[in-house]
């Protein structure tokens, strides 16, 4: 029977990644996307007509995490696994600065959606021995200037992973650290962020782009894949960069 796997921010970049190779053979799963615009996902639906289910919503809100979890269950009648993708990295700015309405709203999508979801799934992915992927980040371990919002939010994650794996025996978890991808929030990062950023941190996005420094999405969305389908008890509740040794055996 196929695995059924709910991932969201699926609609570009890393989380789109995740899903083609979840939905494509060998794997051929069973999938609900959530995203907040449809265009990504009606893509994948029309495709894949009889293995996608999706929604869109302001995962900020309580609703679209737990309407997520119920759609997986009413489409596909169970629950194996979730990759948590979703995340904004507004805003940047120095804590002198914050606008704490701003850290709120990130803190509601980065970390509080995790949580209300997570409630509503457990019993579910106890039913099936399930694996949640939480996609987090360098910045969680590592500062960088103006990031105080994103990168406190991702070491609230990877506790959270590790708090679920002893919390939950039945259930796997991991926090995973995609690295730098060529996707949007690098765009956003060398093109609109400069100014609110060191002028060293930001030359070095900047070069990171222009001499190929940038990993596709594919290469962690293929460990992150693996792992949701087939995560052990060695990694289980840490927090791991997807190229680190222990992951190896995952990035085949």
Same mark, same amino acid.
């Given at each position: 029977m196929a695995p059924v796997i709910i991932v969201t921010g699926a609609s570009r970049g890393l989380g789109a990644a995740i899903a083609r190779q979840l939905l494509s053979p060998p794997i051929a799963a069973n999938v609900v996307l959530v995203a907040r615009t449809e265009s990504g996902l009606k893509s994948f639906a029309d495709e894949f007509p009889n293995q996608v289910a999706y929604l869109t919503g302001d995962l900020s809100t309580d609703r679209a995490n737990e309407d997520a979890i119920k759609l997986a269950i009413s489409k596909f009648g169970k629950l194996d696994g979730i990759i948590f993708n979703a995340a904004?990295? /507004?805003?940047?700015?120095?804590?002198?600065?914050?606008d704490i309405s701003e850290w709120k709203k990130l803190y509601d999508v980065n970390f509080f959606s995790l949580i209300v979801a997570l409630k509503e799934a457990i019993p579910y992915l106890k039913e099936t021995k399930g694996k949640v992927v939480f996609i987090s980040s360098g910045a969680a371990h590592h500062y960088f200037y103006g990031w105080g919002a994103y990168g406190s939010s991702k070491a609230a994650t990877d506790h959270l992973a590790a708090t679920l794996a002893?919390?939950?025996?039945?259930?796997?978890?991991?926090?995973?650290?995609?690295?730098?991808?060529?996707? /949007?929030m690098q765009i956003a990062l060398r093109d609109k962020h400069g100014s609110e950023m060191s002028p060293s941190e930001h030359e070095r996005f900047l070069k990171l782009k222009s001499e190929g420094g940038l990993s596709p999405p594919e290469a962690p969305g293929n460990v992150a894949v693996n792992l949701v389908l087939n995560g052990g008890p060695a990694v289980n509740g840490k927090a791991l960069r997807f190229t680190a040794p222990e992951l190896a055996a995952y990035a085949k």
């Open positions: 904004i990295l /507004d805003p940047i700015a120095k804590v002198g600065k914050a002893a919390e939950e025996p039945d259930i796997f978890s991991i926090s995973l650290d995609p690295g730098v991808m060529d996707t /949007d």
